[in-house]
């Protein structure tokens, strides 16, 4: 693969319509696809959308085929958006020189409507194909011209052919519109709550002073429960302590107590020692036992002094401080753990809602400032359009001149509205004067489906010096015209193809004659299903392919020798 100008350099297409296998070589410059009624060549145009991202149906399937597929390979700028994109996706791009690359896309459609793609080499979302359609293809046909009838598509047209100096300000006007929108929104929002609001941050102090009142802490819940059960039980305690304690080290002189019996058995064991070493080490346990019991007593005995003479008095102020936290769990959440956390929001909302009135306040004023500066920027971007308006005007006019218009002209209307859009406060509309004196109407109800094919051309010739394409693809724009106004046409996207590629599909010799690439798509028939594929034409192939679209006949001395003049007139330029 060598380097080329961007642009599609083929398109492959299996199992679309009547295309059983064929193979569009492209590459720059001018392509005129044509055939007979009936051979397919609106399948190459299907299949270009199915790579754009088009919606996919089965119903485009071959007969008996079990799958479409559509691929194309591009010739790319190496960096830039396109670049960047498939590299967004996890694709990789094949660099074949001069700062160029090349972009592998595929498609498939599966007769139960599964389908797949695949951009240079990693299967992707169909989104992305249509985010990548935007820089590489614009393509023009009878949906394209039912979209330049809208509002929307004629600004975007003439945004275009403002070019960078409008697109700066819409940039900085549509930041700040959009931030405009949201303040305002949270403004309104603020003041139709403010009542409600005031009322909460009331129910909220009310809850936090409460809560503050009794100061819960954390864990202090359990801590009081189970000083609860203690105080509830010390008499039980208490017995059970002074019994242990007793058993231990009577408090009664000669009494018989454990502290004794251990002292008087290290001492028998002591005495036996050096006769038996076994001896000695049971009186070393012996007297380990001994000094713990010894401990044990004593921990008894401060444990017993320890405990409250005043239990009752004392378990009374516990569960008051236990109702107390109960009450709060019951109003503010199930757990101690949940008051808290209850109590920390509600702080945190108060203070927002505390600052309404200088949120408010704040909010009044960037509102007030944002509106100020978005108008400032829909006047600059109204001034803009209003220039580039009567540039465009002027300048499609003149296309309009050759193509067998020369009486028509076309005017681009922008009207300034009070509200402020997305887009600034300009509504934009083109329309057409048949004729000097005539009352401009727009271009959707003045214009005829012919009048509509030439006004786009002359906006995409026009369009291509201040905003290029790298593929035009036009689907019959040459509908409703012929004679010398097709010759014209054919003149444009030649003159076009001279910046971009452009792919005609087109019936009339007149536009074919001015390709530097003829395409043929080829009907056949096995005698039960019909199959086209596609030549390139040179030579005599192309001069009977034009005779056959001058006269319908491919044999015709007549029709060959116009067929020719016709090409030697192109080729003149």
Same mark, same amino acid.
């Given at each position: 693969?060598?380097?080329?100008?961007?642009?599609?350099?083929?398109?492959?297409?299996?199992?679309?319509?009547?295309?059983?296998?064929?193979?569009?070589?492209?590459?720059?410059?001018?392509?005129?696809?044509?055939?007979?009624?009936?051979?397919?060549?609106?399948?190459?145009?299907?299949?270009?959308?199915?790579?754009?991202?088009?919606?996919?149906?089965?119903?485009?399937?071959?007969?008996?085929?079990?799958?479409?597929?559509?691929?194309?390979?591009?010739?790319?700028?190496?960096?830039?958006?396109?670049?960047?994109?498939?590299?967004?996706?996890?694709?990789?791009?094949?660099?074949?020189?001069?700062?160029?690359?090349?972009?592998?896309?595929?498609?498939?459609?599966?007769?139960?409507?599964?389908?797949?793609?695949?951009?240079?080499?990693?299967?992707?979302?169909?989104?992305?194909?249509?985010?990548?359609?935007?820089?590489?293809?614009?393509?023009?046909?009878?949906?394209?011209?039912?979209?330049?009838?809208?509002?929307?598509?004629?600004?975007?047209?003439?945004?275009?052919?403002?070019?960078?100096?409008?697109?700066?300000?819409?940039?900085?006007?549509?930041?700040?519109?959009?931030?405009?929108?949201?303040?305002?929104?949270?403004?309104?929002?603020?003041?139709?709550?403010?009542?409600?609001?005031?009322?909460?941050?009331? *129910? $909220?102090?009310?809850?936090?002073?409460? &809560? /503050?009142?009794? %100061?819960? !802490?954390?864990? @202090? +819940?359990?801590? #009081? =429960?189970?000083?609860?059960?203690?105080?509830?039980?010390?008499?039980?305690?208490?017995?059970?302590?002074?019994?242990?304690?007793?058993?231990?080290?009577?408090?009664?002189?000669?009494?018989?107590?454990?502290?004794?019996?251990?002292?008087?058995?290290?001492?028998?064991?002591?005495?036996?020692?050096?006769?038996?070493?076994?001896?000695?080490?049971?009186?070393?346990?012996?007297?380990?036992?001994?000094?713990?019991?010894?401990?044990?007593?004593?921990?008894?005995?401060?444990?017993?002094?320890?405990?409250?003479?005043?239990?009752?008095?004392?378990?009374?102020?516990?569960?008051?401080?236990?109702?107390?936290?109960?009450?709060?769990?019951?109003?503010?959440?199930?757990?101690?753990?949940?008051?808290?956390?209850?109590?920390?929001?509600?702080?945190?909302?108060?203070? *927002? $809602?505390?600052?309404?009135?200088?949120? &408010? /306040?704040?909010? %009044?004023? !960037?509102?007030? @400032? +944002?509106?100020? #500066? =978005?108008?400032?920027?829909?006047?600059?971007?109204?001034?803009?359009?209003?220039?580039?308006?009567?540039?465009?005007?002027?300048?499609?006019?003149?296309?309009?001149?050759?193509?067998?218009?020369?009486?028509?002209?076309?005017?681009?209307?922008?009207?300034?509205?009070?509200?402020?859009?997305?887009?600034?406060?300009?509504?934009?509309?083109?329309?057409?004067?048949?004729?000097?004196?005539?009352?401009?109407?727009?271009?959707?109800?003045?214009?005829?489906?012919?009048?509509?094919?030439?006004?786009?051309?002359?906006?995409?010739?026009?369009?291509?010096?201040?905003?290029?394409?790298?593929?035009?693809?036009?689907?019959?724009?040459?509908?409703?015209?012929?004679?010398?106004?097709?010759?014209?046409?054919?003149?444009?996207?030649?003159?076009?193809?001279?910046?971009?590629?452009?792919?005609?599909?087109?019936?009339?010799?007149?536009?074919? %004659?001015?390709?530097?690439?003829?395409?043929?798509? #080829?009907?056949?028939?096995?005698?039960?299903?019909?199959?086209?594929?596609?030549?390139?034409?040179?030579?005599?192939?192309?001069?009977?392919?034009?005779?056959?679209?001058?006269?319908?006949?491919?044999?015709?001395?007549?029709?060959?020798?116009?067929?020719?003049?016709?090409?030697?007139?192109?080729?003149?330029?």
């Amino acid at each position: 693969m060598t380097a080329g100008r961007p642009g599609i350099e083929e398109i492959t297409i299996r199992g679309i319509g009547v295309i059983e296998d064929a193979v569009l070589p492209l590459g720059p410059g001018f392509t005129a696809l044509t055939g007979e009624t009936g051979a397919g060549k609106t399948m190459v145009v299907t299949a270009l959308g199915l790579l754009l991202g088009g919606r996919a149906d089965s119903g485009v399937l071959r007969a008996g085929a079990d799958r479409a597929v559509a691929e194309a390979r591009w010739i790319v700028p190496e960096h830039g958006r396109v670049a960047d994109r498939v590299d967004d996706a996890g694709g990789e791009l094949e660099p074949i020189g001069d700062g160029t690359a090349e972009l592998l896309v595929s498609r498939s459609l599966s007769a139960e409507g599964r389908s797949r793609v695949a951009v240079a080499g990693r299967s992707v979302p169909v989104g992305v194909l249509q985010e990548l359609g935007e820089d590489l293809v614009a393509v023009h046909g009878q949906s394209e011209q039912l979209r330049l009838k809208s509002p929307a598509a004629q600004r975007e047209l003439l945004d275009r052919f403002a070019g960078a100096d409008l697109a700066g300000v819409l940039e900085q006007y549509t930041g700040v519109h959009r931030r405009f929108l949201a303040d305002r929104a949270e403004l309104e929002r603020l003041t139709a709550e403010q009542d409600a609001r005031v009322a909460e941050a009331g *129910e $909220l102090r009310t809850a936090l002073a409460e &809560i /503050e009142g009794v %100061a819960p !802490q954390p864990g @202090e +819940d359990a801590e #009081l =429960a189970a000083l609860s059960d203690r105080l509830s039980a010390q008499d039980e305690l208490r017995v059970a302590a002074a019994t242990a304690h007793e058993a231990l080290s009577a408090d009664d002189v000669g009494a018989l107590d454990a502290l004794s019996l251990l002292v008087e058995a290290r001492r028998a064991l002591e005495r036996a020692a050096p006769i038996d070493p076994a001896i000695a080490v049971i009186a070393e346990s012996v007297a380990t036992l001994s000094s713990l019991a010894a401990d044990a007593s004593a921990e008894l005995a401060s444990y017993l002094a320890g405990l409250d003479p005043d239990a009752p008095a004392r378990l009374e102020v516990v569960q008051q401080r236990i109702n107390e936290l109960a009450v709060l769990m019951r109003r503010y959440g199930p757990s101690l753990d949940d008051v808290l956390a209850s109590a920390e929001t509600s702080g945190l909302r108060l203070l *927002e $809602l505390d600052a309404d009135p200088d949120r &408010i /306040e704040s909010l %009044a004023e !960037q509102v007030a @400032e +944002d509106e100020r #500066l =978005a108008v400032e920027l829909a006047d600059r971007m109204s001034a803009l359009r209003r220039d580039a308006a009567e540039r465009l005007g002027t300048a499609v006019t003149a296309e309009l001149a050759d193509l067998a218009m020369a009486t028509a002209a076309v005017l681009v209307d922008v009207t300034s509205r009070d509200d402020l859009t997305a887009t600034g406060r300009d509504a934009v509309q083109l329309l057409l004067q048949a004729y000097p004196g005539a009352e401009p109407r727009p271009i959707a109800r003045g214009a005829s489906g012919g009048e509509l094919s030439r006004v786009m051309l002359a906006l995409e010739v026009v369009l291509a010096g201040t905003d290029p394409v790298p593929t035009f693809v036009f689907d019959e724009v040459d509908a409703g015209i012929g004679g010398g106004a097709a010759i014209e046409v054919g003149k444009r996207l030649a003159r076009l193809a001279s910046t971009s590629q452009v792919i005609a599909v087109t019936h009339l010799a007149q536009v074919a %004659a001015f390709a530097t690439n003829h395409l043929k798509v #080829l009907k056949g028939s096995d005698g039960g299903v019909t199959s086209s594929t596609v030549e390139r034409l040179t030579g005599e192939d192309r001069v009977a392919e034009m005779a056959r679209l001058l006269s319908g006949l491919t044999t015709s001395d007549s029709a060959l020798a116009h067929a020719r003049e016709l090409l030697e007139l192109a080729a003149a330029g």
